[in-house]
């Protein structure tokens, strides 16, 4: 199970005892940020995408969504999900507890400018009732991070 997986990365920095597990789901940014009692935009959601037929993720503010005139201007291609089927396959984790930690060899992570407004996000840990609470400096360690990128909208708008 990835969340196992997630869970012996994390014991490698001494760090998986900040897992959280939930007795309810957590797989949308909703659930989550009820299971948390804190606000969606702190959920740092990852998104699988597809470029030139190699995953990558795209980690963001709850509150974010992607925009698709920035996400082509950054990748030079079409935003394009992947399936569940896919994001599994390819990342190895199932939809609804996608993370950067633990990811499968040659996935690419980015970490969207929506995240950086806040102290500590909460990302999942592989399924779909875990999160783990992190600064942006233990996000951007732990994560693995090619880049920060600049490819969501809806976040920064009053």
């Not at 606000?39 to 699988?48: G, N, W």
């Not at 990558?56 to 079409?78: C, M, R, S, W």
């Not at 909460?122 to 490819?151: H, K, M, Q």
Request: proline content about 4%.
């Amino acid at each position: 199970m990835a969340i196992e997986k997630v869970r012996a990365y994390f014991e490698g920095y001494g760090m998986a005892d900040r897992i959280l597990e939930f007795q309810v789901s957590s797989a949308t940014v909703e659930l989550a940020a009820q299971a948390l009692g804190c606000e969606p935009c702190r959920i740092a959601k990852t998104l699988s995408f597809s470029v030139e037929d190699k995953p990558i993720l795209i980690v963001a503010a709850g509150d974010a969504k992607i925009d698709n005139p920035k996400y082509k201007a950054q990748f030079g291609t079409k935003a394009k999900m992947l399936t569940p089927a896919e994001a599994e396959d390819l990342v190895g984790h199932a939809v609804g507890g996608v993370c950067p930690f633990a990811v499968k060899e040659g996935v690419r992570v980015y970490l969207d400018e929506s995240l950086k407004r806040f102290e500590t996000v909460f990302p999942a840990c592989g399924s779909s009732n875990s999160a783990i609470e992190l600064t942006i400096s233990e996000l951007e360690r732990y994560s693995g991070y090619d880049s920060w990128v600049d490819v969501c909208k809806g976040w920064n708008e009053e």
